[in-house]
């Protein structure tokens, strides 16, 4: 059973930063998208960036602008979102998701068939 779990949210001030982690078990293969996305009150899930293991490719929203890292931790085997210069919009409940298929555009929640509970990110 594939389970993924986020930690790492919180609240911060805008300008600040702050580093969300998803740790996945379940997962047999060895190639998947793994990407968090993020929804705020009101609005639509929107893709925030994705970490292809098979060849370390990433996407990010246009959103981002650069402020957004994703990347993989072997150590803990854990999927990173370092999040900097975060202002009043970023806040949201983000997600972790998992894509064992590799199938669909990268950043659209319908491409994802596994989700975590999400974390908390507030920015005031």
């Known amino acids: 059973q594939v389970q993924l779990v986020e930690s790492g949210g919180g609240s911060v001030q805008a300008g600040g930063s702050l580093k969300l982690s998803c740790a996945s078990s379940?997962?047999?293969?060895?190639?998947?998208?793994m990407a968090w996305f993020r929804q705020a009150p009101g609005k639509e899930r929107e893709g925030v960036a994705m970490f292809y293991t098979g060849n370390t490719q990433t996407a990010y929203g246009d959103f981002v602008k650069g402020r957004f890292t994703i990347s993989r931790d072997s150590a803990k085997d854990t999927i990173d979102l370092q999040m900097n210069s975060l202002n009043p919009e970023d806040t949201a409940m983000y997600y972790c998701?998992?894509?064992?298929?590799?199938?669909?555009?990268?950043?659209?929640?319908?491409?994802?068939?596994?989700w975590g509970q999400g974390t908390q990110v507030t920015v005031s």
């Open positions: 998701a998992a894509d064992l298929r590799v199938r669909g555009p990268p950043l659209a929640p319908a491409s994802y068939g596994y």
């Open positions: 379940g997962i047999t293969s060895s190639r998947r998208r």
